[in-house]
């Protein structure tokens, strides 16, 4: 696992030679690319979402291209095409934006909900069907999407189906002060993503991700999982609660955490500091409750501290060496 968290640690401190400021959150997307998932970045323009996507792709060496997602946007604009070549008299099949390895899918909600469904066999499956052909997506393979929560002229929210395919959603909001300045300072003469070098190979990025689902996650912190997300599905201000695959997203993104921590097994902690990403956009408050403000975002931290974590639930496994017993605040040695 320490190998994990060095290269894991490179990694950060490379994406935050751009995005000052944000450690959680650039965390939280390493997270999602190590466990092969999607990441949607909710917030007002300005604030670093497209550059966190260039970043994480230069710091990879993974290939990169941005889909600005319009009205008048195609499904064949994203996924692709056949072309008929006059000169063979076949059809040749011209790849979209999406066959790359790190996709920006700016501005999601901007598109129609039919060029939107184009991305569900591709985010789920990692494959897309053009013409009846199947083409297999790169691996490793990430979107990360963008959109603005405040501006909703000519926008369609995204529907739940598609909502469910990100595995975290998270939002950077606006710098402090004193980083701002720092912003400022950076970008003097040029931007400081132009001097990005690849810290973390692409085939040390598929070995990180094979590694962390070897990373031991306790029965008891799985029937935490479990009971967390069951609880969003039965509060009395939600309509619709997170789907088992949020209690898979729950799951994997404890892993990598924990690796990216250098711990070879789960705590609850883990779970507790993932939960409001992955489970929030997942959850469909009633309209009733929406009147008077109640947040997705919300109902989960209620539920943290409602659900209580079941015993045991912090003790290390067997092969963890040194450590008898982990606590939230502490480690008890032998």
Same mark, same amino acid.
């Given at each position: ?100 390895? @790190? +996709?920006?899918? %700016? !501005?999601?909600? /901007?598109?129609? #909900? ?10 789920? &499956? ?54 701002? @300045? +720092?912003?400022? %300072? !950076?970008?003097? /003469?040029?931007? #400081? ?10 085939? &040390? ?58 711990? %070879? ?70």
């Amino acid at each position: 696992m320490t190998r994990i968290q060095e290269t894991g640690d490179r990694v950060l401190a490379n994406v935050e030679r751009v995005i000052v400021g944000k450690h959680a959150e650039v965390r939280f997307a390493l997270v999602a690319l190590l466990c092969r998932g999607h990441l949607l970045i909710e917030d007002v323009p300005g604030t670093g979402k497209t550059v966190l996507a260039k970043a994480i792709a230069k710091s990879l060496g993974c290939s990169f291209r941005r889909i600005q997602f319009t009205p008048d946007l195609l499904p064949s604009d994203v996924t692709g095409l056949s072309i008929y070549n006059q000169k063979t008299q076949e059809f040749e099949f011209r790849p979209g934006p999406i066959m790359s390895q @790190v +996709v920006l899918a %700016d !501005e999601i909600n /901007r598109a129609t #909900p039919k060029t939107q469904s184009s991305l569900l066999e591709c985010m789920e &499956e990692r494959q897309a069907t053009v013409d009846g052909t199947t083409w297999q997506m790169p691996d490793p393979f990430l979107v990360i999407a963008t959109q603005n929560p405040i501006e909703y002229e000519g926008t369609f929210a995204l529907p739940e189906a598609q909502l469910d395919r990100f595995m975290l959603r998270i939002r950077l909001g606006y710098p402090q002060p004193v980083e701002e @300045v +720092v912003i400022l %300072d !950076e970008q003097k /003469r040029h931007h #400081p993503i132009d001097e990005l070098a690849e810290v973390c190979s692409v085939d &040390e990025l598929r070995e990180m991700q094979d590694s962390i689902r070897e990373i031991y996650v306790d029965p008891t912190v799985s029937d935490y999982i479990v009971r967390l997300v069951g609880a969003t599905r039965s509060h009395p201000d939600v309509y619709l609660g997170a789907s088992p695959r949020g209690s898979i997203a729950l799951y994997r993104a404890g892993q990598a955490l924990a690796g990216l921590l250098g711990r %070879d097994y789960v705590i609850p902690d883990d779970v507790k500091a993932l939960a409001e990403s992955a489970l929030a956009h997942r959850i469909i408050v009633k309209t009733s409750s929406s009147i008077h403000d109640v947040q997705p975002a919300q109902i989960v931290r209620e539920l943290l501290e409602s659900v209580p974590v079941g015993p045991g639930a912090y003790a290390a496994p067997a092969h963890a060496g040194t450590l008898r017993e982990v606590t939230p605040r502490s480690r008890v040695e032998e």
